[in-house]
Nanobody, 125 residues
Framework: QVQLVESGGGLVQPGESLRLSCAGSGFFTLDDYAVGWFRQAPGKGREGVSCIEGDIGTTFYEDSVKGRFTISIGNDKNTVFLQMNSLKPEDTGVYYC?????????????????WGQGTQVTVSS
């Protein structure tokens, strides 16, 4: 069964860090594709956060997370990480990874349609 599984969420205080993982399973390996991270805050729509083009390693970040978040692919070529530093309360939400099994991050916020189940991140003092 092809699936994406997120993990690593939790409750942290402002300024702290978390590392989220997105593991692929089934017949594919994530470094063949573009993979995005998204989040959905309470009462809001889902928004793109970051994306990586697995075959060439190009990365993209939304302005709200630039300089604080880093997306990368693990040495196993099948896990995509989102390192989140200097977390803020407004980073709170359910974080999802997704892909469309293509190689490009163009329009990833609108086009990616294969999702994991999400992991909760709460930033609160």
């Amino acid at each position: 069964q092809v699936q994406l599984v997120e993990s690593g969420g939790g409750l942290v205080q402002p300024g702290e860090s978390l590392r989220l993982s997105c593991a692929g399973s089934g017949f594919f390996t994530l470094d063949d594709y573009a993979v995005g991270w998204f989040r959905q805050a309470p009462g809001k729509g889902r928004e793109g956060v970051s994306c990586i083009e697995g075959d060439i390693g190009t990365t993209f970040y939304e302005d709200s997370v630039k300089g604080r978040f880093t997306i990368s692919i693990g040495n196993d070529k099948n896990t995509v990480f989102l390192q989140m530093n200097s977390l803020k309360p407004e980073d709170t939400g359910v974080y999802y990874c997704a892909t469309d099994f293509g190689r490009s991050c163009n329009n990833y916020s609108e086009e990616f349609d294969f999702w994991g189940q999400g992991t909760q991140v709460t930033v609160s003092s």
